[in-house]
């Protein structure tokens, strides 16, 4: 089993940053890519980035790409997402997400699902 918290949301203007973290308890965190996922009100939850285990491979949404990055610190076992120029339309609950491979987190989630954390982004 994996644990996975995540912090750092709240309420931001649109063109402001926030940086969110997630920590990972219980299996060995560096066994696992990393995700992070958002759901807006009344939609449906959708992908926004991925890395790989050792960090050398990372995977954007388009709607994130250029804005977003994700990071991780294997020491901390703490996967990151500093989102840069947010838009109202970044408003979710984001959740970060642990599984096997970069590309299958990105393409069906992750094995283990943390609470998510809540972002507004006012216009």
């Known amino acids: 089993q994996v644990q996975l918290v995540e912090s750092g949301g709240g309420l931001v203007q649109a063109g402001g940053s926030l940086r969110l973290s997630c920590a990972a308890s219980?299996?060995?965190?560096?066994?696992?890519?990393m995700g992070w996922f958002r759901q807006a009100p009344g939609k449906e939850r959708e992908f926004a980035a991925a890395i790989s285990w050792n960090g050398g491979s990372t995977y954007y949404a388009d709607t994130v790409k250029g804005r977003f990055t994700i990071s991780r610190d294997n020491v901390k076992n703490t996967v990151y997402l500093q989102m840069n120029n947010l838009k109202p339309e970044d408003t979710a609950v984001y959740y970060c997400a642990a599984g096997g491979t970069t590309s299958s987190v990105a393409r069906s989630g992750g094995d283990y699902w943390g609470k998510g954390t809540l972002v507004t982004v006012s216009s």
């Open positions: 219980g299996r060995t965190f560096r066994n696992y890519a």
